[in-house]
């Protein structure tokens, strides 16, 4: 079985500070690895995902996230956040064996204040 | 542009009622899913399919149904509606079985069971 654990409920940060979301995942299979990003009433929007290769990825919005498999985690960062930036963020993975389900963290809800 | 529907947005309903949340997508993909999403436990699985006619069970699965009679819809049915069952509820699509492939979500549905 899969898990996926997302350490923080809760980020506040201060506009223009950088910030980290962690994530750690849990898998007996290889995995691929996703963010979705939630805006306020909104559906989930994809913002970055790692299939393979360069264990570091990058969202056009200056997000990235590195894969590392020995700590099986995922974490995101930003150097600097934006107001725009307050949203929720889910880390998730998608069992390379299960026909395309995924698997969600709890999520962690950025807030970014001026 | 392809998108992916729900309605009602909003739906208030009584304990026992029977309720059908309707998901349309013109993406023409063969995979949806259906989700709940609850504090603190992020996204949950309750159905999905792989195209018409093929429905399984997710994660949490007891309490709905679905049907799969064409390519673009995947209604969700709550046979009879319980307090447990207030959440919010989102759909999503994606191409292929393959597990790299993004999932595109619906804007949700905040159905609340009194």
């Known amino acids: 079985a899969q898990s996926v654990t997302q350490l923080d409920s809760q980020v506040p940060v201060f506009e223009e500070a950088p910030v980290e979301l962690r994530c750690n995942y849990s898998s007996s299979v290889s995995v691929y690895l996703f963010w979705y990003v939630q805006y306020p009433n909104q559906g989930l929007q994809l913002l970055l995902k790692y299939l393979s290769g360069s264990t570091l990825v990058e969202s056009i919005n200056g997000f990235e996230a590195e894969f590392n498999k020995s700590q099986t985690s995922f974490h995101l960062r930003k150097p600097s956040v934006h107001i725009s930036d307050t949203a929720e963020y889910f880390c998730a993975v998608a069992p390379g064996n299960q026909g395309g389900k995924l698997i969600f963290g709890q999520g962690t809800e950025l807030s970014v204040k001026p | 542009d392809a998108e992916i529907t729900q309605s009602p947005r909003h739906k208030i309903t009584e304990t026992g009622r029977q309720v059908t949340l309707a998901c349309h997508q013109t993406w023409n993909h063969n995979n949806m899913f259906w989700y709940r999403q609850d504090l603190g436990h992020g996204l949950r699985l309750i159905h999905y399919s792989y195209g018409v006619h093929d429905t399984n069970k997710g994660e949490v699965s007891d309490g709905y149904s679905v049907s799969r009679s064409n390519t673009e819809d995947l209604p969700l049915t709550l046979e009879s509606a319980a307090s447990s069952q207030t959440s919010v509820y989102f759909c999503?699509?994606?191409?292929?079985?393959?597990?790299?492939?993004?999932?595109?979500f619906g804007p949700g549905t905040r159905l609340t069971v009194l």
């Open positions: 999503a699509s994606s191409e292929q079985m393959s597990s790299y492939n993004e999932q595109f």
